[in-house]
Protein backbone atom coordinates (compact mmCIF):
# COMPACT_ATOMS: atom_id res chain seq x y z
CA UNK A 1 0.00 0.00 0.00
CA UNK A 2 0.95 3.45 -0.79
CA UNK A 3 1.77 5.70 1.79
CA UNK A 4 -0.10 9.23 2.16
CA UNK A 5 3.04 11.80 1.01
CA UNK A 6 2.36 15.69 1.30
CA UNK A 7 5.32 17.75 0.23
CA UNK A 8 5.37 21.79 0.34
CA UNK A 9 7.49 24.81 0.88
CA UNK A 10 7.51 27.61 4.06
CA UNK A 11 9.78 30.46 3.62
CA UNK A 12 11.28 30.08 6.92
CA UNK A 13 14.82 27.74 8.10
CA UNK A 14 14.62 24.18 8.67
CA UNK A 15 15.07 25.06 12.82
CA UNK A 16 12.37 27.51 12.49
CA UNK A 17 9.87 25.31 10.49
CA UNK A 18 10.76 21.84 12.76
CA UNK A 19 10.15 24.11 15.83
CA UNK A 20 6.80 25.08 14.30
CA UNK A 21 5.69 21.64 13.99
CA UNK A 22 7.23 20.00 17.43
CA UNK A 23 6.93 22.71 19.74
CA UNK A 24 4.12 25.10 18.23
CA UNK A 25 2.01 22.26 16.93
CA UNK A 26 -1.51 23.79 19.42
CA UNK A 27 -1.53 27.06 17.82
CA UNK A 28 -2.31 25.41 14.43
CA UNK A 29 -3.44 22.04 15.04
CA UNK A 30 -7.30 22.52 14.56
CA UNK A 31 -9.62 22.02 17.61
CA UNK A 32 -11.81 20.07 15.73
CA UNK A 33 -8.68 16.94 14.70
CA UNK A 34 -8.44 16.82 18.83
CA UNK A 35 -9.61 14.42 21.17
CA UNK A 36 -10.71 17.40 23.60
CA UNK A 37 -12.57 19.06 20.26
CA UNK A 38 -12.28 22.93 22.57
CA UNK A 39 -10.06 25.77 22.02
CA UNK A 40 -7.22 25.97 24.33
CA UNK A 41 -5.61 23.21 23.94
CA UNK A 42 -1.86 22.11 23.58
CA UNK A 43 -0.03 19.57 21.84
CA UNK A 44 3.28 18.15 23.33
CA UNK A 45 5.86 16.17 21.79
CA UNK A 46 8.40 15.01 24.62
CA UNK A 47 11.70 15.62 22.52
CA UNK A 48 13.29 12.17 22.83
CA UNK A 49 13.25 8.54 21.33
CA UNK A 50 10.14 6.84 23.00
CA UNK A 51 8.78 10.42 24.09
CA UNK A 52 4.90 10.51 23.84
CA UNK A 53 2.81 13.06 21.96
CA UNK A 54 -0.30 13.67 23.91
CA UNK A 55 -2.82 16.91 23.81
CA UNK A 56 -3.05 18.75 27.26
CA UNK A 57 -7.06 20.45 27.44
CA UNK A 58 -7.51 23.58 29.31
CA UNK A 59 -8.70 21.67 32.24
CA UNK A 60 -5.07 19.46 32.13
CA UNK A 61 -6.42 16.19 30.86
CA UNK A 62 -3.72 14.27 28.67
CA UNK A 63 -4.93 12.49 26.02
CA UNK A 64 -2.12 10.36 24.34
CA UNK A 65 -1.57 10.88 20.01
CA UNK A 66 1.18 8.65 19.62
CA UNK A 67 5.11 8.15 20.19
CA UNK A 68 8.09 9.56 18.79
CA UNK A 69 10.66 7.48 17.31
CA UNK A 70 13.34 9.70 16.00
CA UNK A 71 14.29 13.03 16.92
CA UNK A 72 16.58 14.61 14.99
CA UNK A 73 16.25 18.50 14.75
CA UNK A 74 16.02 20.18 12.78
CA UNK A 75 15.47 17.14 9.71
CA UNK A 76 13.24 14.68 10.98
CA UNK A 77 10.87 13.84 13.48
CA UNK A 78 8.90 10.21 13.34
CA UNK A 79 6.26 9.12 15.10
CA UNK A 80 3.77 6.07 15.97
CA UNK A 81 0.61 7.90 15.35
CA UNK A 82 -2.73 7.01 17.27
CA UNK A 83 -5.11 10.09 17.61
CA UNK A 84 -8.47 8.48 18.01
CA UNK A 85 -7.39 5.28 17.90
CA UNK A 86 -6.13 2.45 20.46
CA UNK A 87 -2.09 2.38 20.54
CA UNK A 88 -1.96 -1.26 18.35
CA UNK A 89 -3.91 0.66 15.43
CA UNK A 90 -0.81 3.28 15.24
CA UNK A 91 0.27 4.31 11.64
CA UNK A 92 3.57 5.65 11.48
CA UNK A 93 4.26 9.33 10.17
CA UNK A 94 7.66 10.77 9.35
CA UNK A 95 7.92 14.38 8.37
CA UNK A 96 11.37 15.83 6.98
CA UNK A 97 12.65 19.42 6.69
CA UNK A 98 15.17 19.76 4.05
CA UNK A 99 16.81 23.03 3.46
CA UNK A 100 16.16 24.58 -0.31
CA UNK A 101 16.96 28.08 -1.61
CA UNK A 102 14.20 30.06 -0.19
CA UNK A 103 13.65 28.09 3.05
CA UNK A 104 12.46 24.95 3.77
CA UNK A 105 10.61 21.27 1.92
CA UNK A 106 8.32 20.00 4.47
CA UNK A 107 7.55 16.45 3.38
CA UNK A 108 5.23 14.23 5.70
CA UNK A 109 4.84 10.63 5.08
CA UNK A 110 2.24 8.61 6.93
CA UNK A 111 2.28 5.04 6.13
CA UNK A 112 1.11 1.67 7.68
CA UNK A 113 -2.74 2.01 7.13
CA UNK A 114 -2.72 -2.07 6.17
CA UNK A 115 -3.41 -2.55 9.67
CA UNK A 116 -7.09 -1.24 9.35
CA UNK A 117 -7.48 -3.82 6.55
CA UNK A 118 -10.55 -3.53 4.43
CA UNK A 119 -10.90 -0.31 5.69
CA UNK A 120 -7.35 0.63 4.77
CA UNK A 121 -8.14 2.89 1.59
CA UNK A 122 -11.34 4.42 2.85
CA UNK A 123 -9.20 5.80 6.02
CA UNK A 124 -6.34 6.60 3.91
CA UNK A 125 -8.64 9.07 2.07
CA UNK A 126 -9.92 10.58 5.16
CA UNK A 127 -6.53 11.04 6.62
CA UNK A 128 -5.12 12.35 3.28
CA UNK A 129 -8.15 15.10 3.23
CA UNK A 130 -7.20 15.84 6.93
CA UNK A 131 -3.58 16.42 6.43
CA UNK A 132 -3.88 18.10 3.64
CA UNK A 133 -6.26 21.41 5.43
CA UNK A 134 -4.00 20.54 8.84
CA UNK A 135 -0.63 21.52 6.41
CA UNK A 136 -2.43 24.57 5.39
CA UNK A 137 -2.57 25.68 9.03
CA UNK A 138 0.75 24.61 9.64
CA UNK A 139 2.36 26.71 6.29
CA UNK A 140 0.11 29.68 7.75
CA UNK A 141 1.06 29.66 11.42
CA UNK A 142 5.05 29.15 10.25
CA UNK A 143 4.66 32.76 8.05
CA UNK A 144 3.12 34.41 11.26
CA UNK A 145 5.13 33.13 13.59
CA UNK A 146 8.11 34.94 11.23
CA UNK A 147 6.58 38.29 11.41
CA UNK A 148 6.01 38.20 14.93
CA UNK A 149 2.38 37.91 14.76
Do not use: K
Request: glycine share 10%.
Amino acid sequence: MEPIVIEFDVVAAPEHAYATWTQRCGMWWPATHSVGQAEGFEVVFEPIVGGRIFERTAEGIEHEWGTVTRWEPPHLVSYRWHIFLPPDRATEVSVTFTPIDVGTRVRVENVGFEIFGDSAEERMVRVGGAWGSITDRYRLAVGELLQGN
